[in-house]
């Protein structure tokens, strides 16, 4: 657009093109006629031509009048929905947000608000994105994530986390191991077993906190094998490689050929946090935090 011209000088040469009487354009616009006149004779200086033949009688468009009526409509309607589109991201209605989870999270839905928050803002992307607790946090930090559901996560500059629920761990064994039919395990007999665990790169806190009843022994148990999910991890112990500590929601899916036991003699667990960047007070953010669920502490 011409610098100088606005909007409302295209507001004002449609309704007079409408009418071809600056009288009743004036009247339709709520403003007095000579204010009208004033506004179409700027907007003719700014293009730099005429857009209306005018005599005492008779009002009629040029050639260039012709074209712009043709426009402006077009114009004032892309500005009217680009508009409208600001104010829908500025309220949170559009866009896309960025929540990021950790697979063993979702035994305990914690992303079941997802669902109702897409069916209330359609305009709006929900992009959900999986990793270890520790890129998580680091994607909040540096603003790839809007949001995220962690497991004992670090303490990150620059993030706010929420605790939502806190459980305990369960010992994971094969359905053949001499122990697979016990009440409850220690730590000290569970570290007693070559364990299949996930890299310490997933979390260090995650990490030290699942492993606490064991280390609580006194006993560092050996790792035989690492794996990047809870489901791989199951799997493994189910084929006899190892054992494993695993957060009670995580052993929800295990497979049939492996046992889960209470740990006993401990009070160590394990707490799924809500995690945002501080400050973030966007309407897009506080939307669907209003619809992600609380559930209790266990």
């Known amino acids: 657009m011409k610098t100088g011209v606005e909007l409302r000088h295209l507001r004002y040469f449609l309704t007079v093109a409408e009418e071809l009487h600056f009288g009743r354009a004036a ?14 004779q700027r907007l003719e200086t700014l293009l730099g031509t005429r857009l209306f033949e005018r005599t005492s009688r008779t009002v009629a468009l040029t050639p260039a009048g012709v074209v712009l009526r043709e426009r402006a409509g077009a114009l004032l309607g892309h500005a009217e929905r680009d508009l409208a589109e600001v104010i829908r991201i500025g309220q949170g209605s559009q866009g896309t947000l960025y929540l990021g989870f950790v697979p063993s999270v979702l035994p305990l839905e914690p992303l079941r608000g997802v669902r109702e928050f897409r069916e209330r803002f359609p305009l709006v992307e929900v992009d959900l994105v999986e990793g270890f607790t520790s890129h998580l946090m680091e994607r909040l930090a540096n603003g790839t994530l809007d949001m995220a559901i962690v497991r004992d996560p670090d303490p990150r ?30 730590g000290a007999e569970l570290a007693a077993n070559p364990l299949v665990f996930f890299p310490r790169a997933a979390g260090g806190l995650a990490y030290e906190k699942n492993l606490a009843p064991l280390l609580e022994s006194g006993r560092r148990p050996h790792i035989v094998q690492e794996a990047t ?13 190892g054992v494993t500590i695993a957060p009670r929601s995580a052993t929800f899916t295990a497979p049939e050929s492996v046992r889960m036991i209470p740990l006993i003699g401990t009070d160590a667990d394990t707490t799924i946090y809500l995690a945002t960047r501080a400050g ?15 559930p209790p502490r266990e």
């Open 27 to 40: 009247t339709r616009l709520h403003i007095a006629q000579p204010a009208l006149t004033q506004q179409i």
């Open 280 to 294: 973030d007070d966007r309407p897009l953010v506080q939307n669907l935090l209003d619809l992600l669920p609380n």
């Open 229 to 241: 999910n809870w489901t791989i991890i199951l799997y493994l112990v189910a084929a006899g490689l």
């Open 157 to 186: 500059p620059g993030t706010v986390t929420v605790p939502l629920v806190t459980e305990p761990f369960m010992a994971v064994l094969p359905a053949d191991h001499p122990d697979a039919d016990r009440a409850g395990l220690t």
